[in-house]
Every structure is written in C-alpha cells, then in structure tokens.
C-alpha cells in the first residue's frame, strides 16, 4: 500500500484498548485529501514518528493532555512536505515538522509548524535525536539531574533514542554512565559503539546483582524513562541527595492494575526523605520548550563534531505502524523507531 496524490489513508483508533493494544486497536481507513483555504496549508506526510507516550493517548484516563476520541485520527509527530500553502515563510515543496498524526495528508494554519527547508540533509532526525526524544534527554540531564563530573548516572532503555542521547551526554559532562538495556546486544553497543562505562542486561536473572556491582559508589542521577524492575532495583542504590528525572514508565502503559505484592509506597516515600531524592516528572514542551533553542544549538554542535551517535530503525509503510507501535512498547525497537509513510 503506498501513497497516492488521491486518497487519504487514516489511522484511526477503533477502541480503548485494554491492556497491550491489538490488530482491533487501531483501523485503517480512506478518506478524501483536504482541501487547505485561506491562512493555511496542506501537508503530506512522509515520516511518522513511534513514540511510548501515544499508548497514554489511546486511554481515556486524566492525564497531561486530551485522549484520541474513538473514531479519531490517532496523533502523532510528522515530518511532512508542503503541498499547497496560503501561509508566508511556507513554500511548496518545504520539508516541515509537524503533527498530522497518523494519515497521509493534513491541513495546517502553520500553528506549532517548524520549517526544516526544502533540502534537509536527515529531515526524520527532527523527529528523534533533533526534536522531541533527544530535546527530552538534554532537558531532564541538564535541568533536572544537574550532574557534576565524577558523578554516577543510570539510564535505563538505554539503546532507545531518550536514553543513548541522555548517556552520552553524561560522557560529555564528565561522568560515570551506566545502562540498562534488554538483551546483550544492545549492551555491547552502548558500551562499545554509544562510549558507555557498563551497560546491564535487565532481562538477567541476576539484573540487580549485576546494577549494584556496576556502581559500587551508588547512584547519583537516575534517568527513569521506564519504571517496573529497573526501579525497584535502582531505588535502594541511590545516593543521598540523589536526583530522579521522569519522562516516562514504559513498563507500565499497558498494566491494568497495580503489580501485585505489598503495597511499597511508604518505603520508596522513606528513601525519598531519608536520602533526601529530588524525582521530578517533566512533560518536555511544557516545562521547557523556552529552552529548545540552547539545546538545538548544543545538540547540533555535538553531531557535526561526531561527539553523539544516533540509530534510528525505519519501518516502511503507514499499514506496518501498528505493529511496529505494539513492538515498540515491548522493547523491540534498536534506537529511535520511524515510519517511511511515503518517499519525499
């Protein structure tokens, strides 16, 4: 199925999923392209990014921001070229990051619009290590984990596009950085390809033995990007006035209810206060969108001096982005996860 100049191919969510969504989640569907008027712009998408947070989307639970309706285009980042455009300082033919969720066409006002140029050299990358996974990364390190050289950092989903940017940035500030990834080759990588100090497999029978001898002078920033076993395992080996970024527990989205086991509140409650652990949740554009400009300019810097690496994993096709969105939450993507929708 590719894109055609004729059809406008949708993603819609179909139900509220309980649990881990199904091939009944989401519907494709056709429908005619839109027409854009005056004061604004028809955009066609070409890359689609895959991103944890999307599951909190499809559930009708309070949360930072409104759920998808049922029947409704499901959102997403795009990155997108101008077709016809009402709008100064968007031309035909520009590349554009935008939202038009998952579909092949959408009709812009150029609100929350950014223009890439006509020729960007890697346009996806605005949807990864440039945009929103690596912006998150720089963020919660900088502004929130704050850390000083010699400090130790954690960072688990430590090959996804959030943690191999937040390690390495960590190497740059001049500290020990320690992984937690699922399988031994994305460890090998972290530590051989991405400058890791050690990298622990999560899925090891002994995952906590092995985290606590990777950092025998304890844990000064966590980067919690995922929550469940990492956590419990991180939690005790944190040092006093410890720092805790949240930007996500991926681990969890699909739960239905709470673990089972005793009711551990009081004691996490207890390590907070005893060690005196700063653990702030963060939504990026929310609480630091002022800042986008320092951390492209930083971030740029550091990819022309080949000081950050980037992988990114591309899944041809609008009809594969369901089940690439279901292997995504279980862990099975290597870097940053995009679809091709079309060829720009």
Known sequence: MTQTTTTNRQLILAERPKGEPTKDTLKLTEAAIPTAGTGQMLLRT???SLDPYMRGRMSNAPSYAPPVEVGGVMVGGTVAQV???DIDGFAVGDHVLSFNGWQDYA???GTGVTNLGASP???SWALGILGMPGFTAWAGLTQIGAPRAGETIVVAAATGPVGATVGQIGKLLGCR??????????CDYAVTDLGFDACIDHKADDFADQLAAAVPGGIDVYFEN?????LDAVIPLLNANARMPVCGLVSQYNATKLPDGPDRMNWLMGQI???KIKMQGFIIFDDFGHLYSEFAKDMSAWIDADKIKYR???????ENAPEAFVGLLKGENFGKRVVRVAHS
Do not use: F, N
Request: aromatic fraction near 2%.
């Open 312 to 318: 990114e994993e591309i899944i041809d096709g609008l």
């Open 177 to 186: 950085v320690v992984g937690v990834a699922g399988g031994q080759d994305k």
């Open 46 to 48: 070409v890359y689609l």
């Open 273 to 275: 206060l005893r060690k």
């Open 107 to 109: 009709v812009s006002d």
């Open 226 to 230: 995922v929550g469940g076993k990492v």
């Open 121 to 123: 050299d890697h346009p």
């Open 83 to 85: 077709v016809t455009s």
